[in-house]
């Protein structure tokens, strides 16, 4: 699978953004929507509420960016990130009572200022749970978001990344250089309006409400 080159990076960033302000705009323009946060107790069919969602690592802890230092092998480096709505920092509070669907991203950079693709080619690889999460059309983990394909009740933990893999035969100049793994996570409530909103970008099949 190919990795997010720079271009594909911003426009992630860019769309992101965008995101965000058309909820904006939204709430701004249309009687029949409401902006809510995490904790938002009122639902109707035309609400889109913006969910808090946390990345966890294996421990079941806030997961910041994880490093990897390129040695020469290509064995699988097991890296786990896990995807929830239950805020980790407040353990046995209800954090949401709405359901969300999400979306996550993943950026990888080079120490260096080495390319994340050399010669065309990607210079790692990741492996996610196919399970529980669907890529989007021929725009593998890197390039485009990963969607889940359920919705996500307030509590449960999903696994999302599993490991990450450094390309055979790389140039000797990554040999000891790290690489910075950036993870994204979207939430938004999950009913119509929410899965209207994404739709235009979701892959084909996804349908979390059935």
Do not use: C
């Not at 720079?6 to 323009?29: D, W």
């Amino acid at each position: 699978m190919k990795e997010l080159n720079y271009e594909k990076k911003l426009n992630i960033n860019i769309r992101t953004l965008l995101f965000a302000v058309l909820l904006l705009l939204i709430y701004l323009t249309s009687s029949s929507y409401a902006w809510f946060t995490a904790g938002a107790q009122e639902e109707s069919s035309g609400d889109i509420a913006i969910i808090n969602a946390f990345i966890l690592n294996s421990s079941d802890e806030p997961l910041s960016s994880p490093q990897l230092t390129y040695t020469g092998s290509t064995t699988p480096v097991t890296t786990i990130a896990k995807i929830t709505t239950d805020d980790p920092g407040t353990p046995g509070e209800v954090e949401t009572t709405i359901d969300a669907i999400v979306r996550t991203a993943v950026i990888g950079e080079w120490s260096g200022g080495l390319p994340i693709e050399y010669g065309g080619v990607a210079t790692v690889t990741y492996q996610f749970n196919q399970t529980d999460w669907l890529e989007s059309d021929g725009e593998p983990i890197g390039e485009d978001y990963v969607y889940l394909k359920s919705s996500l009740a307030p509590g449960p933990i999903i696994i999302f990344l599993q490991s990450i893999t450094f390309s055979d035969g790389l140039p000797s100049e990554y040999l000891n250089e790290t690489l910075t793994v950036t993870l994204y996570v979207e939430a938004i409530q999950a009913n119509q309006a929410g899965v209207d909103l994404w739709n235009s970008e979701s892959p084909t099949g996804w349908d979390p409400l059935t």
